[in-house]
C-alpha cells in the first residue's frame, strides 16, 4: 500500500492551493524573527515519460544558497517521509528538492499499465536526473533512505558528474 500525505498538508487556505505553509523561528542577535519557510508542490514532466510530483524548500532569503539537495525516499514511501528534514536542510542554506518516485505517492506515468521492468534501476536513475535536467539543475547532494540509498548509490555510480556528494 502506498502512504500518502494527509490532505490537509497538500493544501492551503491561502490563493495558491499547492503550498503548504509553515512558520520557522530563527535566532539572532537578541530577536526572534519569524521566517516563512514554503513547501511547494509541483508535478514536474520528465523526459521519461513520467510526471514526478516534487515537494521544494528554498534557504530563507537571508542565507545564502549553498546548492540542491535531492532527497529520495525509500520503499514504500514517498515524500512525506522526508517532511521533517525539508526546513532543516532549507535553513542550513540549501535548495531541498524531494521527488515521489515512479510509482509511488503523486508521480504519474503516461503509461496505462506499468511492468516490473519499468521499475529497474536504470529507468529510477533516468527519471531522476530527468527530473534535475527539467528543473535546470546540474548537480546536487544526494541523500538517499532505504531503497532510495541503492537508488543514489548507482546513480552516483554512474553519473558521477551529476553528483557531488552521497550521503
Known amino acids: 500500500m502506498i502512504r500518502r500525505p494527509p490532505r490537509s498538508t497538500l493544501s492551503s487556505s491561502s490563493a495558491a492551493s499547492d503550498v ?3 512558520q520557522v523561528s530563527t535566532q539572532s542577535t537578541g530577536e526572534v524573527p519569524t521566517a516563512t519557510m514554503v513547501l511547494r508542490h509541483s508535478s ?9 510530483h516534487t515537494v521544494e524548500c528554498a534557504p530563507p532569503q537571508h542565507v545564502a544558497c549553498k546548492g540542491v539537495v535531492m532527497l529520495i525516499h525509500g520503499f514504500p514511501d514517498s515524500w512525506f517521509g522526508w517532511r521533517h528534514q525539508l526546513h532543516a536542510i532549507a535553513q542550513a542554506g540549501f535548495h531541498v528538492i524531494c521527488p515521489d518516485q515512479r510509482g509511488y505517492g503523486f508521480t504519474c506515468t503516461t503509461e496505462v499499465q506499468m511492468d ?7 529507468k529510477l536513475c533516468a527519471d531522476n536526473l530527468g527530473l534535475m535536467d527539467a528543473m ?3 548537480t546536487a547532494v544526494f541523500l538517499g533512505h532505504d531503497w532510495g540509498g541503492t537508488l543514489v548509490w548507482n546513480l552516483c555510480l554512474h553519473h558521477p558528474d551529476r553528483c557531488s556528494t552521497l550521503h
Do not use: N
Not at 116 to 122: K, P, V
Open 20 to 22: 503548504y505553509k509553515r
Open 44 to 52: 514536474v514532466a520528465v523526459h521519461t515519460g513520467i510526471t514526478m
Open 116 to 122: 516490473t521492468a519499468d521499475f529497474c534501476m536504470e
Open 136 to 138: 535546470g539543475v546540474h
